[in-house]
Nanobody, 117 residues
Framework: QVQLVESGGGLVQPGGSLRLSCAAS????????MGWYRQAPGKERELVAR???????NYADSVKGRFTISRDNGKNAVYLQMNSLKFEDTAVYYC???????????WGQGTQVTVSS
């Protein structure tokens, strides 16, 4: 089992920044990709960014150039630096960790990000 705890969400004005953190604990053996999904009201959950153990990253087109994902394998943590936030970034952001052996995903409880003026 892997437990994930997110932090860092909140209310921010358009153009502002937030940094999300996700601390993982438990059996981290063979955890490959970690990253972030988000779900806005009335919409499906979508991948925001992911980073594999070696450091390669992928981003949704909507956040490229504004968001940066990073990972500290020693601390079992993943981060999401979000800059130039837009109204449409408002969502619940979920951290996930994927077991490489069977592609099983563990999920955090989610943290709310609200972009509003």
């Amino acid at each position: 089992q892997v437990q994930l705890v997110e932090s860092g969400g909140g209310l921010v004005q358009p153009g502002g920044s937030l940094r999300l953190s996700c601390a993982a604990s438990g059996s981290m053996f063979s955890i490959g990709a970690m990253g972030w999904y988000r779900q806005a009201p009335g919409k499906e959950r979508e991948l925001v960014a992911r980073i594999i153990y070696g450091g390669s990253t992928n981003y949704a087109d909507s956040v490229k150039g504004r968001f940066t994902i990073s990972r500290d394998n020693g601390k079992n943590a993943v981060y999401l630096q979000m800059n130039s936030l837009k109204f449409e970034d408002t969502a619940v952001y979920y951290c996930y960790a994927q077991r490489a052996l069977n592609a099983f995903n563990y999920w955090g409880q989610g943290t709310q990000v609200t972009v509003s003026s």
